[in-house]
C-alpha cells in the first residue's frame, strides 16, 4: 500500500458492529480495508471484533430468543413482509454500494439483491412452512404430532461473491421460525450487506435477534466454538468452508458449508447454436467469473467442438470495465490478490500446455488504469490433471474440452470432484433426461446455464461442493433452523376404562 492510500485508509470510515439492536464502534485494534476494485479507492476501514464483542454479540441473541421463540408467527411473517417492500424500496440505492465495493455490473448487483429478496418472499410463507404433522388415533384415544421449533442462536458466515444474496439466503429464513443470529459477513464487502441489516431492523427485526459483527478467522472460529450458537451456516471457499464444518461440528453444532466449484456446461451439437454460445459466455465471463456457478468447463461433444471459434470471437466482444459504466459486461475481480491469482493460474495453464486462444491478462480499461481487470479468457487443449482444470480459478477463465460421446462427457463431470452445477445444452429431450438421471452433481440446467434454484425449492450443491445434509434456503433450510419435537398425547374422557397398568412398550 502506497503512503498516500494507506492515509485515505486511515481517514476511512470505520463500519459498526450491530450488537442488541445498537449500532456500535468496535474496540478492535486490527482493521482490514473495503476497497473499489475498478479504482482502488478506500471505501471504509472493517474492524476484525474483538472475542469480547463476539461474545456480546451471542449473548445479546441468546437473551432475544426467550421471547423472540414465542412471538406468533404471524408478527414475524409480517416484519418479512415489510422486509420485502423495504429491500425493493432501496435496491438500486445498495446496488450502487454493492457495485462501489465488490465491482460487479449495476444490473448485476440488482439481480444479487433479486435472487436474496426471493428469500425473503418466500419467508413470508413461514405459516405454511412451518407446520408439523398430526396423526390421530395412533393408538385408543391417543394422538401424535410434531412441533417444527426455533433451535436458538444461529451463526451465519458469507462471502464476497454475493454480499446481498447470500447474508439473505440465511437470516430471514433462521429469525423467520423462531432464531437468533449473528451475521459475520465477508471482511472484503460488507458495506452493502450492512444496509440490508438496517432494513431488517427498520422492518421490525427487534434488539437482539439479528446481530451482526466483522472479522476474519478469529471471529469466525469464536462463533463455531461458542457454547451458545446451535447452528452454523457457512457460504465461501472449500479450504475455509471445510474448517467451519469440522471446528462447528467437533463443538456440536449443527452446520452446513457451501462451497467451491468447477461447472461444467456439456454441449450436444444438436443444441441451439446461438442460445448456447450465448449462455457459454454470459456463465463464464459475467461477474468475472466469481459466481460458485458459473461455468468454468464446457465440454465440447462431437461437432459441436467446431463452435469454439464462434464461442472465443463472442467472449472477445464482452466489454472489460467499471461496474458502473453502463455497457460493461466483466467488471474487476474482487482484489489485487485476486488478479494475481486468477493470471497465475493462467500462466499456470500456458506452460502446463493448454493453448491459450484468448488472454484476458493485461487488458487496459480507460480511465481506471489501477483496476483489477482480467479479460475473458479461452484455454481448449485442456486435460483434467491441469491447475486450470483442477482448480476453482474465480476469474473470467472458461477451459474447454473435447469429448466425442455424451457417455464420455457425464463420465468427465462425474470424475471431477466438485458438484455444485452443471449444465446441459440439446434440443433432445433423450439426451436432456438421461443426462439428468445420470450425472452426479446436486445443481443441474438444461439449457439453462446458471441453475442456482428459486427459493420455493433449496440450493442443493452436492459432493465437494457441499458439507452437511441439508442446503440454504426453501424448505431444507426449515428442516435446518428447527428442530422437530414430537409429542404422544392421551386425553382421557369420563368413559375411558381403565385397564390396569401397562408393563409392554405397547400403546393401548
Ligand atoms: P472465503 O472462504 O475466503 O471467505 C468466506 C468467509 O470465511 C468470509 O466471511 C471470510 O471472512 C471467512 N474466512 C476467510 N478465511 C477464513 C479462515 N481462515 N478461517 C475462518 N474463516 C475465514 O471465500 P470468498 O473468497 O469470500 O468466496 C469465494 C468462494 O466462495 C469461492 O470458492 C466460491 O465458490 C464460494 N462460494 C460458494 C457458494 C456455494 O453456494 N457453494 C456460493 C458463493 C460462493
Not at 444461529?154 to 447470500?166: K, R, S, V, W
Not at 460458485?292 to 467442438?305: D, F, H, K
Not at 469429448?403 to 471431477?416: G, P, S, Y
Amino acid at each position: 500500500m502506497s503512503a498516500q492510500s494507506a492515509n485515505t485508509a486511515a481517514a476511512a470510515p470505520a463500519v459498526k458492529l450491530l450488537i442488541n439492536g445498537e449500532w456500535v464502534e468496535s474496540a478492535a485494534t486490527e482493521f482490514r480495508t473495503v476497497v473499489n476494485p475498478a479504482t482502488q479507492a478506500v471505501l471504509a476501514r472493517v474492524p476484525l471484533a474483538t472475542p469480547a464483542e463476539v461474545d456480546a454479540a451471542v449473548g445479546a441473541a441468546q437473551r432475544a430468543f426467550a421471547t423472540w421463540r414465542h412471538t406468533p408467527l404471524g408478527a414475524r411473517l409480517r416484519i418479512m413482509l415489510r422486509y420485502q417492500a423495504l429491500i425493493r424500496e432501496h435496491s438500486k440505492r445498495i446496488a450502487a454500494i454493492l457495485t462501489a465495493e465488490q465491482g460487479k455490473t449495476l444490473a448485476d448487483a440488482e439481480g444479487d439483491i433479486f435472487r436474496g429478496l426471493e428469500v425473503v418472499e418466500h419467508a413470508c410463507s413461514i405459516g405454511t412452512l412451518q407446520q408439523g404433522g398430526f396423526a390421530e388415533n395412533v393408538a385408543a384415544t391417543v394422538d401424535t404430532y410434531t412441533l417444527q421449533q426455533p433451535i436458538g442462536v444461529c451463526a451465519g458466515i458469507t462471502p464476497f461473491n454475493f454480499p446481498a444474496m447470500i447474508p439473505l439466503w440465511m437470516f430471514p429464513m433462521a429469525i423467520v421460525c423462531g432464531n437468533t443470529f449473528v451475521l459475520k459477513p465477508s471482511e472484503q464487502d460488507p458495506l452493502s450487506t450492512v444496509e440490508l441489516v438496517k432494513l431488517a431492523l427498520e422492518a421490525g427485526v427487534p434488539a437482539g435477534v439479528l446481530n451482526l459483527v466483522h472479522g476474519a478467522r478469529e471471529v469466525v472460529d469464536a462463533l463455531c466454538t461458542h457454547p451458545d450458537v446451535k447452528a452454523v451456516s457457512f457460504v465461501g471457499s472449500t479450504a475455509v468452508g471445510t474448517h467451519v464444518y469440522e471446528l462447528a461440528g467437533a463443538h456440536g453444532k449443527r452446520v452446513q458449508s457451501m462451497m467451491g466449484a468447477k461447472n461444467h456446461a456439456v454441449v450436444l451439437p444438436d443444441a441451439h447454436r446461438e442460445h448456447t454460445l450465448n449462455a457459454l459466455a454470459g456463465a463464464a465471463f459475467g461477474a468475472a467469473g466469481q459466481r460458485c456457478m458459473a461455468t468454468s468447463v464446457a465440454v465440447l461433444v462431437g461437432a459441436a467442438r467446431d463452435w469454439l471459434p464462434e464461442l472465443v470471437a463472442k467472449a472477445a466482444t464482452l466489454k472489460v470495465g467499471a461496474g458502473h459504466e453502463p455497457g460493461t459486461d466483466v467488471c474487476p475481480v474482487v482484489s489485487v490478490a485476486a488478479k494475481q491469482r486468477v493470471t497465475g493460474l493462467i500462466d499456470a495453464g500456458v506452460r502446463e500446455g493448454a493453448t491459450l486462444l484468448l488472454d484476458g491478462r493485461g487488458v487496459q480499461v480507460p480511465g481506471y488504469p489501477d483496476g483489477n481487470f482480467v479479460g475473458p479468457t479461452v484455454f481448449a487443449d485442456v486435460t483434467t490433471e491441469m491447475s486450470i482444470y483442477t482448480q476453482e480459478i474465480f476469474g473470467p477463465v472458461l477451459v474447454v474440452i473435447g469429448v466425442d460421446t455424451l457417455d464420455e462427457a457425464i463420465a468427465l463431470v462425474n470424475r471431477n470432484p466438485f458438484g455444485n452445477g452443471t449444465g446441459v445444452f440439446t434440443q433432445s429431450g433423450a439426451a436432456a433426461r438421461k443426462f439428468q438421471s445420470e450425472i452426479d452433481v446436486g445443481q443441474v440446467g438444461i439449457n439453462i446455464p446458471i441453475p442456482v434454484p428459486v427459493p420455493y425449492f433449496s440450493f442443493t450443491g452436492s459432493r465437494g461442493s457441499k458439507l452437511g445434509d441439508l442446503g440454504p434456503y426453501g424448505k431444507q433450510v426449515v428442516q435446518f433452523y428447527t428442530q422437530t419435537k414430537t409429542v404422544t398425547a392421551r386425553w382421557f374422557d369420563d368413559a375411558t376404562v381403565n385397564d390396569g397398568v401397562n408393563t409392554t412398550i405397547s400403546l393401548r
